[in-house]
């Protein structure tokens, strides 16, 4: 079983529609919780972290974050063509220095 | 500005040679970190040090070699024992204080390719 589980995708949007990128994980302890942006050919940019239950939200973006159903999602609100990325989620491993990602979910919108 | 600098950013590598990658940060970061990415899959951790003179091996150590002399600097070597190096590499930081529930940041990558 993967760590960090995310729908590979292609998640495909129309311009202006809200994305909903979900990422499940297996382990209970963990405290935190990151989404990065990557474009093609470029290093992960980090959008959001979240630590608490509920919703986290800056500018378009939403982090939510359900621990006992141990899933972290991200909501894009009035997605942009150049919000056409993949979405890489990833959590602190706990008690250590390490993270773990997940695979990433492709998220196209289209104009 | 702060940030992590990352160089070369196109690398080659011939049959039996070991190269070795840059990466800086002037972040006053403890923690840094390498991994390997490669097409259409997510991060793979190689090393990582959590402080000067220390580093421990990730998932995919084998074929690589890293020191960490300076809080600044964290080189990677990939050896020719590393039969398959052809991918996109990637060098990150973390903030003090909080090990992993601190957020990284990446620096802009190398892409090493084969001769």
């Known amino acids: 079983q993967k760590e960090v589980e995310q729908n590979s995708g292609p998640l495909s949007v129309p311009e202006g529609a809200i994305a909903s990128l979900n990422c499940t994980y297996s382990d209970r302890g963990s405290q935190s919780f990151f989404w990065y942006r990557q474009y093609s050919g470029k290093s992960p940019e980090l959008i959001m972290f979240?630590?608490?239950?509920g919703d986290k939200e800056d500018g378009r973006f939403t982090a939510q974050l359900n621990k006992a159903s141990q899933y972290v999602s991200l909501l894009i609100r009035d997605s942009q063509p150049s919000d056409s990325a993949t979405y890489l989620c990833a959590r602190g491993a706990s008690g250590t220095y390490k993270y773990i990602f997940g695979t990433g979910t492709r998220l196209k919108v289209l104009a | 500005d702060g940030g992590i600098t990352q160089s070369p950013k196109y690398l080659f590598r011939k049959e039996g040679q070991n190269v070795t990658l840059s990466c800086e940060q002037n972040l006053n970061h403890d923690a840094m970190y390498w991994y390997r990415q490669d097409p259409g899959q997510g991060l793979r951790l190689i090393y990582y040090s959590q402080i000067v003179n220390d580093f421990q091996k990730g998932d995919i150590a084998e074929g690589y070699s890293v020191s960490r002399e300076k809080k600044e600097s964290f080189p990677l070597t990939v050896t020719s024992a590393q039969k398959n190096p052809t991918a996109f590499y990637l060098c990150?930081?973390?903030?003090?204080?909080?090990?992993?529930?601190?957020?990284?940041?990446f620096g802009d990558g190398t892409r090493l390719s084969i001769l």
């Open positions: 990150a930081s973390s903030p003090p204080g909080g090990g992993s529930n601190q957020p990284q940041h």
């Open positions: 979240i630590y608490s239950n």
